[in-house]
């Protein structure tokens, strides 16, 4: 079963403006991962943040974590239709299995 | 770095045959995974190796599958009696071997289609 849960599933936004994603889940985690995936090929890291850290930031991606709420959120700013894509945030249970727990994901439509 | 390589990248099968696909880890990543996903969903987590050792397998993974690792390099994931149900993408992943949780590196995938 599926731990995570992104929110919206859906996101329509023109070029320039920021997209907001967000992704709820269930256990304690060690960290949680957010992954791209184009339509139809494999899954693209692009940050992982710890359950010690708050915030973190790699180029136009910002990443919160929220441990108390068991939440997160991915912020792409001033986006491109080379973003549009899936987007899937990938949480790494504690209790010693090694498995990523995704969820459904959120689909990003960034129009020109 | 050449990444996670998966062979192949599409396969198309009749039901009730076998079929056997091939993943390449990152060099020196001595974790190796394998997810299945199906449309619309996310990745779902099936097995995971240690070198050669499967340390873990989901329930998911029932008995017509079949993962091996020998020598902890490349890994082979069979399905046995393939049925239209099987038909997903099959993803594998590879990280390195530290003392924390580290990123997992995912393959291109292959997409299986059981007619």
């Known amino acids: 079963s599926q731990q995570g849960e992104e929110d919206p599933q859906a996101l329509s936004i023109q070029e320039g403006e920021n997209a907001t994603m967000n992704c709820s889940y269930k256990t304690s985690i060690n960290n949680l991962q957010w992954y791209r995936q184009n339509s139809g090929r494999g899954l693209v890291h692009l940050i992982l943040i710890r359950s010690n850290e708050r915030e973190k930031h790699s180029g136009r991606l910002r990443v919160t974590l929220d441990t108390s709420k068991k939440s997160s959120s991915l912020l792409i700013t001033a986006s491109r239709a080379a973003d549009t894509a899936s987007y899937f945030c990938?949480?790494?249970?504690?209790?010693?299995?090694?498995?990523?727990?995704f969820g459904k994901g959120t689909k990003l439509t960034v129009n020109p | 770095d050449t990444g996670v390589s998966q062979n192949p990248r599409h396969k198309i099968t009749k039901r009730g045959q076998n079929v056997t696909f091939r993943c390449d880890p990152i060099?020196?990543?001595?974790?190796l995974y394998w997810y299945r996903q199906t449309l619309g969903q996310g990745p779902e987590f099936l097995t995971y190796?240690?070198?050669?050792?499967?340390?873990?397998k989901s329930r998911l993974l029932s008995d017509r599958f079949s993962a091996e690792r020998p020598k902890g390099s490349f890994s082979t994931l069979e399905i046995q009696r393939t049925e239209q149900g099987d038909s997903a993408m099959y993803l594998c992943?590879?990280?390195?071997?530290?003392?924390?949780?580290?990123?997992?590196?995912f393959g291109p995938g292959t997409r299986l289609l059981v007619l």
């Open positions: 990938a949480t790494d249970p504690r209790g010693g299995s090694e498995k990523l727990v």
């Open positions: 060099s020196e990543h001595n974790r």
């Open positions: 190796f240690q070198n050669e050792a499967q340390l873990e």
């Open positions: 992943a590879s990280s390195p071997r530290t003392l924390r949780r580290e990123t997992q590196y």
